[in-house]
Antibody
Framework: QVQLVDSGGGVVQPGRSLRLSCAAS????????MHWVRQAPGKGLEWVAL????????FYPDSVQGRFTISRDNSKNTVYLQMDSLRPEDTAVYYC????????????WGQGTLVTVSS | DIQMTQSPSSLSASVGDRVTITCQAS??????LNWYRQRPGKAPELLIY???NLETGVPSRFSGGGSGTDFTFTISRLQPEDIATYYC?????????FGPGTKVDFK
């Protein structure tokens, strides 16, 4: 079955960087787009990034554009989120999610990894 | 950005009750609308995609409908495991956006 394992979260000072990883198994990873979605403590869900199946296309909301970079390694079945210039408002649980075969959705989710940005 | 609203923001119901949540988009999104359930302390789960299609393995008590700007999500008979927050989400345009959520708990 589909499994996504998120890792790399932790406590980081404002302005610093962090890289999250998501290891995928149970499906043909190289055929699917992948997303990152975050959830601030006690708040709702916010989409953060999308990468196409081959890594050729990447999309971000304005809130992270220019600071976050999504990438993938199809030989390792892993998607990454490089987060630079972190701000306190980036504090959240970060989930990776598998895209749907058609259209777009968050068909399967990782367990999440907590990122805390604080001095 | 496309704004998504949901109502109610919370509701209380009993096991076996019919529960309906509405979701409204700030512009026409045709049927590019998904629904998720997030149980306390857990990751969200996809329930409905493209407004009315039940995801594989999801119980048939869940259903969705609507198109354009107005959508509904229904649980025909509430079960204990349905105590959760429910989110709608549009993918008609970037950035993908979620509704604020509807929290469902027991009376």
């Amino acid at each position: 079955q589909v499994q996504l394992v998120d890792s790399g979260g932790g406590v980081v000072q404002p302005g610093r960087s962090l890289r999250l990883s998501c290891a995928a198994s149970g499906f043909n990873f190289r055929n699917y787009g992948m997303h990152w979605v975050r959830q601030a403590p006690g708040k709702g869900l916010e989409w953060v990034a999308l990468i196409s199946y081959d890594g050729s296309n990447k999309f971000y909301p304005d809130s992270v554009q220019g600071r976050f970079t999504i990438s993938r390694d199809n030989s390792k079945n892993t998607v990454y989120l490089q987060m630079d210039s972190l701000r306190p408002e980036d504090t959240a649980v970060y989930y990776c999610a598998k895209d749907c075969p058609a259209g777009s959705c968050f068909a399967a989710w990782g367990q999440g990894t907590l990122v805390t940005v604080s001095s | 950005d496309i704004q998504m609203t949901q109502s109610p923001s919370s509701l209380s119901a009993s096991v076996g009750d019919r529960v309906t949540i509405t979701c409204q988009a700030s512009q026409d999104i045709t049927n590019f609308l998904n629904w998720y359930r997030q149980r306390p302390g857990k990751a969200p789960e996809l329930l409905i995609y493209d407004a009315s299609n039940l995801e594989t393995g999801v119980p048939s008590r869940f259903s969705g409908g609507g198109s354009g700007t107005d959508f509904t999500f229904t649980i025909s008979r509430l079960q204990p495991e349905d105590i959760a927050t429910y989110y709608c989400q549009q993918y008609a345009d970037f950035p993908f956006t979620f509704g604020p959520g509807t929290k469902v708990d027991f009376k």
